[in-house]
């Protein structure tokens, strides 16, 4: 599993509204940052609680560069990223459709039987100029606690 002193993994496997537009972390974070993962979009306790936490946290803006990522594809994420933020976005909603960055990061877990196949635990990585400064993952995989902004962010 990650840990702190990691690099985020150097993959061009994350896409943001369409599957054409890779990003790749590694590349992007620069300076601070902030990495949220989910185990599905749209989902009750990622869509009322969890990322809304960060979206209404004071601490937000000082966080830098923010991406929540989940085992979507490009099209729900960008859906869900406007039905969380309907006008100015301040977190990058991004799909790893393939699960092939929560595999780097060692953080998927065998959800067949809920969501299909295999998806991301529910954690946070506090980042900084592309190394793991931060581990917050959810030790049942989906509830909201250890990831929770108010104990990522303080």
């Not at 594809?73 to 790893?96: C, H, N």
């Not at 929560?102 to 196949?117: K, N, P, R, S, Y």
């Amino acid at each position: 599993m990650v840990k702190v002193g990691d690099r985020v993994p150097d993959l061009d496997v994350l896409v943001e509204n369409s599957p054409g537009n890779k990003v790749n972390l590694a590349k992007e974070l620069k300076g601070k940052g902030l990495i949220i993962g989910v185990p599905a979009a749209f989902s009750p306790s990622c869509s009322d609680s969890h990322i809304p936490g960060y979206i209404n946290h004071k601490e937000l803006k000082d966080a830098g560069n923010v991406y929540v990522v989940s085992v979507n594809d490009p099209f729900v994420m960008k859906a869900w990223g406007k039905s969380l933020e309907p006008g100015s976005q301040t977190i990058r909603y991004l799909g790893d459709p393939t699960a092939k960055f929560t595999e780097a990061l060692e953080l998927t877990f065998d959800a067949a039987a809920i969501f299909g196949g295999p998806r991301s635990k529910r954690y946070a990585l506090t980042v900084e100029d592309g190394k793991v400064k931060g581990v917050y993952v959810e030790p049942d995989n989906t509830g909201v606690n250890v990831s929770a902004a108010d104990k990522v962010l303080g």
